[in-house]
């Protein structure tokens, strides 16, 4: 495919070079996703100051566990990104009939498929859900049950939007893509504030607001854009199209490789529906709080080198392609460990500042400071996850990453079942998930190097090292500043919390900083332009 393509028009956002813009791409997409996760977090703070960490705040986040499955074997990123290498291969060679055609086969047949599937969810919720769950929440189902039914059809609008979103990125339109998840906390956080005022139970009220934003953020807002491009979509349910096969047989491998951090939190919540009231929240929240980093940082430079790496493929670009992997694995690291690190130290504060008000102040917030702390553990190992997928994905080679990937699925439900029967009991759930990434992020590093025929390995390791080593310094420092200005441990301590993490967090950072460009790591240089096109 990659001779076949050389020599054609592209039609990405380029610069003068004639390479796809991935640094204002990241940018973009960067930003989108740090305001989604703030308002993630907002979301989750304000769960917690109404309702506090209990039995209706774990059936609630157990009502997604059904949904999210689906999400994520169909509705997330598996379908556009298995979409976007072939319509962009159409786009891009002055086939846009064929692109169009495509885009309207796949959507018609997913779409029917996926509605068949909703209604059969539906009816058969609840033994789903004792399948789903261990038998201490089986008392909770039908509450459980009740709020998985109203987020069902959220689905439809996360596929749609998905398939949608892969069009605009191929395209190079990043921005209402980043509006999608934003919308959608938001909607929940109004469910929170308003609506479960008249529901019952109250928490039902989050649940009507995520089916409320999801069509919104997911739905609506694509579509208005993609009358911009000139979407040309009539029902179809033509399955003999070549590129229309191509895109199914991409996107059964993708499934599983691109829904590995998903399916891991599914697992920790059967997991941990067999312990006390609040555990499940708590491995929720911290899950969360560590996949904040993770969707700012490595799912949105994955998501804005991904279309550069499929040009780079399609023009048989392979020097370009390699040296876009490094540099974007390079960067990833150099953010991701400092960020890790920070997180680790500062846990009792993150959790006090975030949730040690209104209800959530009476909760114990032990467990979730040591799941946040074993979860930091893999957060550079996760943000490297998305980046390698894509390059296989990029290639059209779907086949061994998913191998891989499930591979060390199997490791980690190992792993989950060793160290739960050893004192460390549910904290061993977040242990077994960094652990597994670790392991998934070395191997899947090492296999992309053999089938992209080399990746410099000696400059991501050099990162790796320096980063560890001002990282270490930076960890100094902050434990060195937690133990000389201990936190107040009078109500209203969350105040102090917060200016801790900003004073230590500033400071950390700016060590960490100052020793990175002291050694000369050309990523200082990539922050510091970022900053100042910001600025401008």
């Excluded at 556009?80 to 086969?105: G, M, N, Q």
């Excluded at 059969?120 to 769950?133: F, K, M, S």
């Excluded at 960890?475 to 500043?481: A, I, P, Q, S």
Aim: aromatic share 12%; with cysteine.
């Amino acid at each position: 495919m990659a001779s076949m393509m050389h020599g054609y028009p592209l039609r990405f956002m380029e610069d003068q070079g004639g390479k796809p813009q991935v640094g204002r791409a990241s940018l973009i997409m960067g930003a989108s996703l740090l305001l989604s996760r703030v308002l993630g977090i907002v979301r989750d703070m304000i769960m917690t100051a109404q309702f506090g960490r209990n039995e209706f705040t774990d059936a609630y986040s157990l009502a997604f566990v059904i949904p999210d499955l689906l999400f994520f074997l169909i509705a997330g990123g598996a379908l556009s990104s298995a979409f976007i290498p072939v319509f962009s291969e159409y786009l891009h060679t002055d086939r846009k009939r064929d692109a169009w055609h495509v885009f309207s086969s796949v959507t018609t047949i997913m779409a029917a498929a996926l509605l068949v599937m909703i209604v059969l969810v539906g009816v058969y919720t609840e033994p789903l859900l004792r399948l789903a769950l261990q038998p201490e929440q089986h008392a909770n189902i039908p509450m459980i049950a009740q709020m998985s039914r109203i987020v069902l059809p959220a689905q439809f609008a996360f596929f749609l939007g998905g398939l949608m979103f892969g069009t605009l990125y191929a395209h190079q339109r990043f921005s209402i893509p980043g509006l999608g998840p934003n919308v959608y906390n938001i909607g929940i956080i109004l469910g929170a504030l308003i609506l479960s005022h008249f529901v019952h139970p109250g928490i039902a009220g989050m649940a009507w607001g995520a089916l409320i934003g999801a069509f919104v953020g997911n739905f609506f807002l694509p579509a208005w854009e993609m009358r911009k491009i000139g979407v040309n979509f009539k029902m179809s349910f033509d399955t003999k199209h070549p590129g229309v096969r191509k895109v199914f047989v991409l996107m059964l491998p993708v499934v599983f490789g691109l829904s590995l951090p998903g399916v891991y939190g599914i697992l920790m919540r059967y997991f941990g529906s067999g312990f006390v009231d609040g555990i499940v929240t708590s491995l929720d929240l911290s899950n969360k709080l560590m996949q904040a980093p993770l969707g700012v940082f490595g799912q949105s430079f994955a998501i804005a080198v991904f279309p550069a790496l499929s040009q780079f493929f399609a023009q048989d670009r392979m020097d370009m392609f390699r040296e876009q992997i490094v540099k974007t694995m390079r960067t990833a690291l150099y953010i991701s460990i400092p960020i890790s690190i920070y997180m680790a130290v500062m846990a009792p504060d993150i959790v006090n500042a975030l949730f040690g008000y209104g209800k959530g102040a009476k909760s114990d917030p032990t467990a979730l400071i040591v799941c946040l702390r074993l979860f930091c553990l893999g957060i550079p190992a996760w943000c490297m996850h998305p980046i390698l997928m894509r390059g296989y994905f990029a290639m059209q080679k779907s086949v061994k990453p998913i191998v891989l990937g499930t591979a060390t699925t199997v490791v980690f439900i190992g792993l989950a079942f060793a160290l739960l029967a050893t004192p460390l009991s549910f904290m061993g759930l977040p242990l077994a998930s960094s652990l597994s990434a670790i392991f998934l992020a070395i191997l899947m590093t090492f296999t992309l190097r053999k089938d992209a025929k080399g990746l410099e390995l000696r400059q991501i390791g050099k990162a790796l090292d320096q980063s560890l080593l001002a990282g270490v310094a930076m960890c100094v420092l902050l434990v060195g500043l937690c133990l000389l200005w201990a936190p107040a441990a009078q109500p209203g301590g969350y105040v102090w919390s917060f200016t801790r993490l900003i004073v230590f967090g500033f400071l950390g950072m700016g060590l960490y900083t100052f020793i990175t460009k002291k050694m000369g790591m050309p990523e200082t240089a990539t922050i510091d332009r970022a900053l100042a096109k910001m600025k401008r």
